[in-house]
C-alpha cells in the first residue's frame, strides 16, 4: 500500500498549528499584561476551602516577603475557622478587586472592611478585628494642608484605586485625581505634584528605607480617622449559607478572648 500525500490535510493542519501559537502568544501576553497591572491570578484551593483575600497593607493583615500574609486578623481568621472544622486559603489581591470578590465569588471573605454602609454590606461583616488608622499625605512645602481652610474646595486629592475612601472623597465634593493600587505610586503622585494629598492606610511601614527616608524628609502625614475594621462575607457565600455568618462571629469573638496558643500559625499568601 502506498501513503498519499494529501497537501490539503497538509495545508489545515498547519493552519491549525499556527493558530494554536498565535492563542499561545495571546494567553502568555494577556498573563504577562495581568501580573504588571496587578491583577492577582486566579486563585486554586480544594473544594470547600475559604479564600480570605486582602491586599497587605495594614497591620492586621499585612504581606512581607519573609512572613508572607500575617497579623492579628489572620491569627484571629485561622484560630476561628479551626475551631469551625473548615478549611481557609489566605489570598493577595488588590484592592480595586475587592467589590468584584465579594459580588461574585463563593466560598470567599475579604479583609479590611469598613464598619460602615448600607444595611446589606453591614450584615455581611464579622468582627471588628483591629483598626486601620486612615492618613493624609501631602508635600510639607505645599501652600494649603488638609484641614486648612479652602483645603476641599481647592485641592486635588485621590486615594487607592475602588477603594471606598475614593468614593468617600468622590462623594464629599472633593476634587479626585486618578488614584492607583500601589502605595508606591501614591507617594509619587505627592512627590511629583500630581496631586496635593492622598488619603490612605499608613503605609508607611510597608515603604523600603530609601523611600520611608524621603516621605520623613519631604511628606507631612496627619490622622483623619481611626477605623473598626471587620471580614466582610461575600454575597454568594451568604445567600448560600445563611447561618455561617453568626457561626464566624461567634468563632471570632471566642478567639479574640481566649487563647490562640494552640491555634495552627500564621498563613501565608498562595
Known amino acids: 500500500m502506498f501513503a498519499v500525500y494529501d497537501a490539503s490535510a497538509h495545508t489545515c493542519a498547519a493552519r491549525r498549528g499556527d493558530s494554536l501559537k498565535k492563542r499561545t502568544s495571546v494567553l502568555a501576553l494577556s498573563a504577562i499584561l495581568a501580573l504588571t497591572a496587578g491583577i492577582a491570578a486566579p486563585s486554586h484551593a480544594d473544594e470547600g476551602t475559604i479564600l480570605l483575600y486582602t491586599h497587605g497593607d495594614t497591620y492586621p493583615a499585612q504581606w512581607s516577603e519573609e512572613n508572607g500574609i500575617s497579623g492579628i486578623a489572620i491569627d484571629i481568621a485561622t484560630c476561628a475557622f479551626s475551631s469551625l472544622d473548615m478549611n481557609v486559603q489566605f489570598e493577595l489581591a488588590p484592592l480595586s478587586r475587592a467589590t468584584e470578590l465579594m459580588a461574585e465569588h463563593d466560598n470567599a471573605l475579604w479583609f479590611p472592611s469598613v464598619l460602615a454602609g448600607e444595611e446589606e454590606r453591614l450584615n455581611r461583616l464579622v468582627g471588628p478585628v483591629g483598626s486601620v488608622d486612615l492618613m493624609w499625605y501631602s508635600l510639607k512645602s505645599a501652600p494649603i494642608k488638609p484641614g486648612e481652610d479652602g483645603f476641599r474646595e481647592n485641592a486635588k486629592v485621590t486615594a487607592y484605586t ?10 464629599e465634593g472633593y476634587t479626585l485625581a486618578p488614584g492607583s493600587a500601589d502605595h508606591m505610586r501614591l507617594v509619587h503622585l505627592v512627590i511629583s505634584g ?5 488619603l490612605a492606610v499608613d503605609f508607611r511601614w510597608k515603604l523600603p528605607k530609601a523611600t520611608k527616608a524621603i516621605v520623613a524628609k519631604h511628606m507631612d502625614t496627619r490622622l483623619y480617622k481611626a477605623f473598626p475594621v471587620a471580614y466582610q462575607v461575600s454575597r454568594p457565600f451568604a445567600a448560600r449559607d445563611p447561618g455561617f455568618i453568626d457561626r464566624f462571629q461567634i468563632a471570632v469573638d471566642g478567639c479574640k478572648t481566649g487563647d490562640m496558643a494552640s491555634a495552627p500559625g500564621k498563613g501565608q499568601a498562595q
Open 162 to 171: 475602588g477603594s471606598r475612601t475614593e468614593s468617600m472623597l468622590k462623594a
Open 194 to 198: 500630581g496631586v496635593d494629598a492622598v
